[in-house]
């Protein structure tokens, strides 16, 4: 499964994922700076099958009915790895699941 992690989500974190997930960053394929809508599509279209972030307010950004991929948000009082790490068991039982283009929040 190909994993696009968002800018605001630490690097490191994409190493704490299985093997059988490719994790690539927003920083790694030169699209940075890039607005949601943007970076949504472009994963899409480059054959991401779901976004990661912890920006919660993406889900009052984008015309949910128009997500082309599913995008899990990753619910923690900081975005630093120590308290983004307990998260991703969930997030792998969440993408281990039926999933859909929809948002998926991972609460701590």
Do not use: C, H
Not at 22 to 38: H, L, P
Not at 43 to 48: H, L, Q, V
Not at 55 to 82: F, T, W
Request: glycine share 8%; no cysteine; hydrophobic share 45%.
């Amino acid at each position: 499964m190909k994993l696009l992690l968002d800018e605001s989500v630490p690097r490191r974190l994409g190493s704490l994922f299985s093997g059988s997930f490719e994790v690539r960053t927003v920083q790694q394929m030169d699209w940075a700076g890039s607005k949601n809508g943007d970076l949504l599509r472009m994963a899409a279209e480059s054959g991401f099958d779901a976004f990661i972030t912890v920006d919660q307010g993406i889900e009052y950004q984008q015309n949910l009915s128009e997500l082309a991929i599913p995008v899990i948000i990753m619910i923690a009082s900081r975005n630093r790895l120590q308290e983004l790490q307990p998260l991703v068991s969930e997030v792998i039982a969440t993408l281990s699941g039926e999933l859909q283009p929809g948002i998926y929040r991972v609460p701590v």
